[in-house]
């Protein structure tokens, strides 16, 4: 299965759905690489390798899991033959100063994910609503 480089597409067509399911994940940035391991072996030689990945929730997991657990607790994620993607425990979320995480990952799709009007749609909400109080406070006179 490639994920990467020229024939991706053409690769995709290949893959497992575990494969396609770290693929998805990988487009969401929501995944760690944590190493590689021998996928198949002949004659107790690797022909073929993975790549092992500890996947998350959401990139705001992603981010606390690879700042805070890896960088700052120095908590590893294991190895491709045998990942670690746990949790973080209460006394090492305590443990994580938040004010050394870059967040901009998840701010940036906090930001896009807005939908804010115009102004035009703004002011025409805005006279509307006046309108409608203008009404109330008349009887329907005008």
């Known amino acids: 299965c490639v994920d990467t480089g020229w024939g991706n597409s053409a690769g995709l067509a290949n893959c497992n759905s575990d494969e396609m399911a770290i693929g998805k994940a990988k487009a969401k ?16 030689v690797c022909v073929q390798k993975k790549q092992a990945y500890c996947v998350f929730g959401g990139k705001l997991a992603r981010i606390i899991q690879e700042q805070g657990r890896r960088d700052q607790l120095h908590v590893s994620f294991g190895s491709g033959d045998s990942p670690n993607c746990r949790g973080i425990t209460v006394p090492e979320l305590q443990a994580i100063n938040f004010d050394l995480i870059n967040f901009q990952d998840f ?36």
């Open 29 to 44: 940035k929501v995944t760690v690489l944590v190493g590689e391991a021998c996928n198949r072996a002949v004659l107790g």
């Open 107 to 142: 701010y940036s799709d906090l930001m896009a994910s807005q939908k804010i009007p115009d102004s035009a749609t703004m002011v025409k909400q805005a006279k509307d609503r006046i309108a409608a109080q203008v009404q109330a406070q008349t009887g329907g006179k005008k």
